[in-house]
T-cell receptor, first 113, second 112 residues
Framework: GDSVTQMEGPVTLSEEAFLTINCTYTATGYPSLFWYVQYPGEGLQLLLKATKADDKGSNKGFEATYRKETTSFHLEKGSVQVSDSAVYFCALSDQGGGNKLTFGTGTQLKVEL | DAGITQSPRHKVTETGTPVTLRCHQTENHRYMYWYRQDPGHGLRLIHYSYGVKDTDKGEVSDGYSVSRSKTEDFLLTLESATSSQTSVYFC???????????FGDGTRLSIL
């Protein structure tokens, strides 16, 4: 079945550092890929998405490129802020109908001054 | 923000009791989902609905049932709660099979 693997956290960075959170996937067909962010005590918010190979999703300075050849969708940001501290989830959507999401286990990011 | 309301937001109950969680949407979206979030597992799909009275099982459906009698409401029922069902439960909605899901704020359920 479908699966998503993302790097374990927590990831601790200083403000203005470069961020990479790795995400790889296993899926049949051509899934859509997503990054969601969860702030403490809140639900998940869609951060960005990509629906086909070589698409780049971007939002709020975050970017991720759908790499079919490496089955990856790594999240990057050039300069993190304290307000970026949250848990980040990589997910894929099946193409078999139902739009069901398969999530990675989440990566906690802590940004310090 | 997508109009999704989960109730209750917090609940503590005892093993063996029935529990119903409600998800209410004001977006008239066709698809609705229930997930549970547990440490080390991310979010896992319990059940989903693709229309009124149309539901299907997800990855972790054992011990749960759902109902959708109206477009706007999707109920998750634990017929006889067990401690292993202590979790945070999230509802999500989507208006089509190729659109992102939007999530509610979650229900924290503790079963003692």
């Amino acid at each position: 079945g479908d699966s998503v693997t993302q790097m374990e956290g927590p990831v601790t960075l200083s403000e203005e550092a470069f961020l990479t959170i790795n995400c790889t996937y296993t899926a049949t067909g051509y899934p859509s890929l997503f990054w969601y962010v969860q702030y403490p005590g809140e639900g998940l918010q869609l951060l960005l998405k990509a629906t086909k190979a070589d698409d780049k999703g971007s939002n709020k300075g975050f970017e991720a490129t759908y790499r079919k050849e490496t089955t990856s969708f790594h999240l990057e940001k050039g300069s993190v802020q304290v307000s970026d501290s949250a848990v980040y989830f990589c997910a894929l959507s099946d193409q078999g109908g139902g739009n069901k999401l398969t999530f990675g286990t989440g990566t906690q990011l802590k940004v310090e001054l | 923000d997508a109009g999704i309301t989960q109730s209750p937001r917090h609940k503590v109950t005892e093993t063996g009791t029935p529990v119903t969680l409600r998800c209410h949407q004001t977006e008239n979206h066709r698809y609705m989902y229930w997930y549970r979030q547990d440490p080390g597992h991310g979010l896992r799909l319990i059940h989903y609905s693709y229309g009124v009275k149309d539901t299907d099982k997800g990855e972790v459906s054992d011990g749960y049932s759902v109902s959708r009698s109206k477009t706007e409401d999707f109920l998750l029922t634990l017929e006889s709660a067990t401690s292993s069902q202590t979790s945070v439960y999230f509802c999500a909605i989507s208006d089509s099979s190729n659109q992102p899901q939007h999530f509610g704020d979650g229900t924290r359920l503790s079963i003692l």
